[in-house]
């Protein structure tokens, strides 16, 4: 206990005399215990591995860039298993080495407990720009008659309701956008349709490396999941609603409506996480997670509507599947 004391106090010591950030510090003064100052080539750093939680910004197949919990520095981690984490994940890295390369710090090791913990990530929560009351009853033609939704739309639209719209960065406008620059989402999209994946999964990660808070970006990547894993799709689709989520205020009543293309991001991560709740077996929660998105944009432009019934009614998702086949033979 006593070396561990005398390790932070050294390192707290080189961050007053240098002005570096703790991580950085620690690296040095690691690297300094160990005889590697001045060396580019990976050795260990201690007699035992150092462990730092971490938020994921992007992965590729061998190494995923992080940025440490609590500071503004980044290490890109090279390590097995990295299949298990997704952007937006906080992490331990367990770390065995640790080098600089121009000026660049990296490190290899093992990952441990990936988890969902965006409260923990250091984002700074997008501002919503209110866009005032409307009125959906006499914006929108109702649902009327027999139509199983007709009874939850007159509850959601039985008085008019403050509406707002999401921050560009949602939808992958960051600021300096060139103006003959594409949106890296729309642009990954399609990519995805013509079948060109992985382009569209690399232009994906860069959006995210850049800002963890681009919503898109997070439910595309669960699009590219979505059909061969409903498990690692939810992860995706989670980790958007609880980053857009941080930018409502508690008992948020308003709306965000699908005609404000802001706010589509945030809504096509609920629609996701809903349909992989659906697909997974949990109908409870699915419906209400249908629920929810339906109180957001009332107008359901998503068709959310038609699986909200099917899971009211304990429908599951192989049932659903087997009747669309049936209706377009």
């Not at 994921?56 to 860039?65: F, H």
């Not at 498990?231 to 857009?244: K, N």
């Not at 709740?277 to 209400?288: F, I, S, T, V």
């Not at 944009?297 to 304990?314: E, K, Y």
Request: charged share 30%; hydrophobic share 35%.
């Amino acid at each position: 206990m006593t070396a561990h004391r005398d390790l932070k106090r050294i390192i707290r010591e080189r961050q007053q005399k240098t002005g570096e950030p703790y991580t950085a510090a620690r690296i040095h003064v690691m690297r300094e215990r160990a005889g590697l100052l001045g060396r580019t080539d990976p050795e260990p750093i201690a007699d035992e591995p150092s462990r730092l939680d971490a938020a994921v910004l992007k992965m590729n197949q061998r190494s995923v860039r992080v940025r440490v919990v609590g500071e503004a520095s980044q290490i890109t981690f090279r390590s097995r298993g990295i299949w298990q984490v997704v952007p937006g994940h906080l992490v331990t890295l367990v770390i065995e080495k640790l080098w600089t390369w121009k000026g660049d710090t990296y490190a290899s090791g093992s990952i441990e407990n990936p988890r969902i913990a965006v409260d923990r990530l250091a984002l700074e929560p997008l501002p919503l720009r209110d866009d005032g009351l409307i009125d959906l009853r006499a914006t929108y033609e109702p649902y009327r008659g027999r139509d199983p939704y007709a009874p939850l739309w007159r509850k959601l639209t039985a008085k008019p309701r403050p509406s707002f719209v999401m921050d560009p960065i949602a939808w992958g406008q960051f600021p300096g956008l060139d103006d003959e620059e594409e949106n890296p989402t729309c642009e990954a999209a399609e990519l995805a349709r013509a079948g060109h994946r992985a382009e569209a999964h690399e232009l994906l990660m860069e959006a995210l490396g850049r800002d963890l808070r681009c919503l898109d970006a997070h439910a595309h990547l669960g699009n590219l999941e979505f059909d061969h894993s409903p498990e690692r799709a939810i992860v995706h689709y989670e980790i958007g609603l609880r980053i857009g989520e941080l930018w409502l205020p508690p008992d948020f009543d308003g709306v965000l409506l699908w005609g404000h293309i802001y706010n589509r991001p945030f809504l096509r991560c609920l629609h996701g996480h809903a349909l992989c709740l659906w697909r997974l077996g949990q109908l409870r929660e699915a419906q209400q997670a249908f629920e929810h998105l339906l109180s957001l944009n009332p107008n359901d432009n998503q068709g959310a509507r038609f699986c909200w019934d099917d899971v009211r009614h304990g429908r599951g998702w192989e049932e659903d599947q087997d009747q669309e086949a049936v209706g377009h033979t």
